[in-house]
């Protein structure tokens, strides 16, 4: 029995997927003009994005059903939580890879470019056009 998915939850879904793609398709050149340690802290971004983008939808799905001002007190935590471990990797980045950090930070920023499209393609779909 399959269970019919609305088209925001599939592209919630495949979100994830498609940065990671689509960082890994853009650390190629970073890395083939900037080195591969460009290369592969810009395909880390842009893993770190994935991975901080699934683990708050799921903090969203199950703040979500439980009890409201319990849901949000525990998801005001985990947001901050969540802050200061990004924030204490990018201080790590910045540390370890001072010439570099700027490739793991555009590798993190592919989150926004893969929104952007998928905005952009939603928004073409919608659209109707008149004669």
Do not use: H
């Amino acid at each position: 029995m399959s269970v019919e998915r609305s088209y925001e939850e599939r592209v919630l879904g495949r979100l994830p997927l498609e940065v990671l793609a689509a960082s890994l398709v853009l650390a190629v050149p970073a890395g083939l003009l900037f080195g591969p340690g460009a290369g592969l802290l810009f395909f880390g971004g842009g893993a770190l994005a994935a991975l901080s983008f699934l683990s708050l939808r799921r903090w969203l799905d199950k703040a979500a059903l439980g009890e409201r001002k319990k849901a949000l007190a525990s998801l005001v935590a985990v947001y901050l939580l969540r802050l200061a471990l990004i924030g204490a990797v990018f201080s790590s980045i910045i540390l370890l890879y001072k010439r570099k950090a700027v490739a793991f930070a555009a590798g993190f920023s592919v989150l926004i470019l893969v929104l952007l499209a998928e905005g952009l393609a939603a928004a073409a779909q919608k659209t109707t056009w008149k004669n």
